[in-house]
């Protein structure tokens, strides 16, 4: 029992961590594609992960496609 216990909670931790790395790779992904259109990512307070996309669109020719 206490072994099937540890296997179960060690399959629960790497997947964990699986889906963290997975989540990180899309956020920066995401924050390259916005960048590369011209926005600017900052996060908004230091207590947050949370962030804000800034697009100033004086100069550029913007569309639906970026």
């Known amino acids: 029992m ?5 296997n179960w909670l060690t399959s629960l931790v790497a997947l964990t961590l699986l889906t963290c790395a997975s989540v990180l790779a899309d956020e920066a992904a995401s924050i390259a594609k916005i960048e590369e259109v011209g926005g600017t990512i900052r996060t ?9 996309a800034a697009f100033h669109l004086s100069g550029k020719d913007v569309g639906d496609d970026g």
Request: glycine share 0%; hydrophobic share 30%.
């Open 2 to 6: 206490i072994k099937q216990l540890r």
């Open 44 to 52: 908004i307070a230091k207590d947050t992960d949370q962030k804000e």
